[in-house]
């Protein structure tokens, strides 16, 4: 399955920002995989974001975005969306959505959990 990221941009503090990441080929593998949110800034490593399990029941969060972003999907549409209001300048940063391989059963908080990413959505969030 092949997973594209979008919804990304230039946003003041206090504003908000949708994230999409769609899922096209093996859609029936995209209802099936636990899916997460993470993101990465320069020099850093790639740092869990949001997770949601494959019924879309189960949700997990960094302790940075708990209350702030809100991590949802439709399997019938392929996406999965990461709505993230409240943003922080230490938001910035480029974010990725990624699948989990069959075999993850829980939302997994590690990159090295996910199997197949997005390329990347860069948001910018100004002071």
């Known amino acids: 399955v092949r997973l594209q990221a979008s919804g990304g941009g230039l946003v003041q503090a206090g504003g908000s920002l949708r994230l999409s990441c769609r899922a096209s080929?093996?859609?029936?593998?995209?209802?099936?995989?636990?899916m997460a949110w993470f993101r990465q800034t320069p020099g850093k490593e790639r740092d869990f974001v949001a997770g949601i399990s494959r019924n879309g029941g189960s949700t997990e969060y960094a302790d940075s975005v708990k209350g702030r972003y809100i991590i949802s999907r439709d399997n019938d549409k392929n996406t999965v969306w990461l709505q993230m209001n409240t943003l922080k300048p230490e938001d910035t940063a480029v974010y990725y959505c990624?699948?989990?391989?069959?075999?993850?059963?829980?939302?997994?908080?590690?990159?090295?959990?996910?199997?197949?990413w997005g390329q990347g959505t860069l948001v910018t969030v100004s002071s």
């Open positions: 080929g093996d859609t029936l593998s995209f209802s099936n995989s636990i």
């Open positions: 990624a699948a989990g391989p069959r075999t993850l059963r829980l939302v997994g908080t590690t990159a090295g959990q996910y199997d197949n």
